[in-house]
């Protein structure tokens, strides 16, 4: 069956045709909130949450508050790079740190310890910061994450390793069982570059 959604400019879209414009979008602009797109398409913010689930799925965009962010570059894209811009390690997606910065530039990290070394340097250009929680994989804005310093868990990352998460209680209840420290973004951010 298929699946037509609204009349806009005279035609009917399919999801699969709103799916391949939203990708040459976010593949142009980075960042795109949900409200533009509903916009764009004249479609409601629900039918755009169904659309862009696939490519989220895909690990194409990321779910942002209130829009979506461009993870991984989509094939036939140049500038696509797989390496942490702080010290060239591979970046593991589950782990990726990534600092959305003025024209919407994206830099990605390897991990929470070189995002948040980068993000240090940055200082105010920085416009947003997004993590993965360890635990559950959910995105959690920088300024918000708890951070996990020196747990027994080892992920094969940068040293010290530092892990995120999005709610106190989990990075607390974590720490119970494998060790380390929990500390909120400013005392993180002391920590490493101080």
Not at 20 to 42: G, P
Not at 60 to 73: A, D, H, Q, S, W
Not at 153 to 164: E, H
């Amino acid at each position: 069956m298929l699946d037509y959604n609204k009349f806009v400019e005279g035609i009917f879209i399919l999801q699969s045709e709103r799916q391949d414009k939203i990708k040459e979008l976010i593949k142009e602009r980075r960042n795109l909130k949900i409200s533009e797109i509903s916009e764009i398409f004249q479609v409601s913010e629900m039918t755009v949450h169904r659309d862009i689930k696939p490519l989220v799925n895909e690990g194409v965009i990321m779910k942002t508050f209130g829009g979506i962010t461009l993870v991984r570059e989509i094939p036939g894209n140049p500038e696509s790079n797989n390496e942490c811009i702080l010290c060239n390690s591979q970046i593991n997606p589950r782990f990726v740190y990534k600092i959305i910065l003025p024209e919407n530039r994206i830099e990605d990290t390897c991990c929470a310890l070189c995002g948040l070394v980068r993000q240090f340097q940055l200082g105010e250009s920085v416009i947003q910061a997004l993590c993965f929680d360890f635990l559950t994989g959910t995105t959690v804005s920088s300024f918000l994450a708890w951070y996990v310093f020196e747990s027994s868990i080892r992920v094969g990352c940068c040293k010290p390793q530092i892990l995120t998460f999005e709610r106190k209680d989990y990075a607390e209840k974590f720490v119970s069982s494998f060790g380390g420290k929990v500390m909120n973004f400013q005392e993180a951010i002391e920590k490493i570059c101080k």
